[in-house]
């Protein structure tokens, strides 16, 4: 392993490496919060630099398996742009090429199957306003159909539309999708999503009426969030998150 990663680092710039060792990162923290689906979803990032390169998961691999080294350069095409052992799977990058190249601030794509996403997805009425955690998301929040497997290039003109300039996007039917300007911002992003599904389906589950934040409080939380968290807050949490990681394996940095 060690023969393979001084590989791969030598052959990519300072700024990339890093990019490598936050997306393995965000994958291991995925894997350990639950969140993770086999091998049948995908986080992408963005390479630093002119070219519209990414990175993503080696088809095949657990998401706790993934390392910096491991990660998949690839073009918006979805096919390899630098030599690896490992497979991708351009299907898996229909939804995350779309935004990528619609987005320049989204730097990471971070697209979950959840079961308490999955749930909150399959709902009418969506994500509500009962918690604080969900103020922070339907801030900045998107819905977008269900149009079968994600498979489809003429999908992408609808996704990118519906998930506009927002953050946070519930993909009916589907699972999560978060986008941020690093893996720590996309990561703080889904945290949020994730734990307002988990807390709704808690509080429906009691079946007694849900009272709901009132709409001018929701109107102000996106000033409030600023104050409060510097921005969405992912810089400020994701050392705490990467001490979290290496105190168990710190083995996503090779």
Same mark, same amino acid.
């Given at each position: 392993?060690?023969?393979?990663?001084?590989?791969?680092?030598?052959?990519?710039?300072?700024?990339?490496?890093?990019?490598?060792?936050? *997306?393995?990162?965000?994958?291991?923290?995925?894997? *350990?919060?639950?969140?993770?689906?086999?091998?049948?979803?995908?986080?992408?990032?963005?390479?630093?630099?002119?070219?519209?390169?990414?990175?993503?998961?080696?088809?095949?691999?657990?998401?706790?398996?993934?390392?910096?080294?491991?990660?998949?350069?690839?073009?918006?095409?979805?096919?390899?742009?630098?030599?690896?052992?490992?497979?991708?799977?351009?299907?898996?990058?229909?939804?995350?090429?779309?935004?990528?190249?619609?987005?320049?601030?989204?730097?990471?794509?971070?697209?979950?199957?959840?079961?308490?996403?999955?749930?909150?997805?399959?709902?009418?009425?969506? *994500?509500?306003?009962?918690? +604080? +955690?969900?103020?922070?998301?339907?801030?900045?929040?998107?819905?977008?159909?269900?149009?079968?497997?994600?498979?489809?290039?003429?999908?992408?003109?609808?996704?990118?539309?519906?998930?506009?300039?927002?953050?946070?996007?519930?993909?009916?039917?589907?699972?999560?999708?978060?986008?941020?300007?690093?893996?720590?911002?996309?990561?703080?992003?889904?945290?949020?999503?994730?734990?307002?599904?988990?807390? +709704? *389906?808690?509080?429906?589950?009691?079946?007694?009426?849900?009272?709901?934040?009132?709409?001018?409080?929701?109107?102000?939380?996106?000033? +409030?969030?600023?104050?409060?968290?510097?921005?969405?807050?992912?810089?400020?949490?994701?050392?705490?998150?990467?001490?979290?990681?290496?105190?168990?394996?710190?083995?996503?940095?090779?």
């Amino acid at each position: 392993m060690q023969a393979k990663t001084a590989a791969v680092r030598d052959l990519v710039s300072a700024e990339e490496w890093q990019a490598r060792v936050d *997306l393995a990162a965000a994958y291991r923290l995925s894997a *350990l919060f639950g969140w993770d689906d086999l091998i049948f979803t995908h986080i992408s990032a963005r390479v630093p630099g002119p070219e519209h390169h990414f990175l993503i998961n080696p088809y095949g691999l657990m998401f706790d398996e993934i390392t910096a080294s491991s990660l998949v350069k690839i073009g918006l095409d979805g096919e390899k742009v630098m030599d690896s052992p490992y497979p991708v799977n351009p299907a898996g990058f229909t939804i995350h090429s779309a935004i990528h190249q619609a987005r320049e601030d989204a730097l990471c794509v971070m697209h979950l199957h959840t079961r308490h996403g999955v749930a909150i997805s399959a709902k009418k009425h969506g *994500l509500l306003p009962i918690s +604080q +955690q969900s103020l922070f998301c339907l801030a900045s929040l998107a819905y977008h159909d269900y149009e079968g497997l994600a498979v489809n290039d003429d999908e992408k003109p609808r996704l990118v539309s519906n998930l506009g300039d927002k953050v946070h996007l519930i993909l009916r039917n589907h699972g999560l999708l978060t986008i941020g300007i690093s893996a720590a911002e996309a990561f703080l992003a889904m945290y949020n999503l994730e734990r307002s599904c988990e807390i +709704q *389906l808690m509080a429906e589950a009691g079946g007694a009426e849900l009272i709901q934040i009132a709409q001018p409080i929701l109107d102000g939380i996106t000033a +409030q969030a600023k104050i409060v968290t510097k921005g969405i807050g992912g810089e400020l949490v994701w050392p705490g998150l990467l001490r979290k990681l290496d105190a168990r394996d710190t083995s996503y940095r090779d």
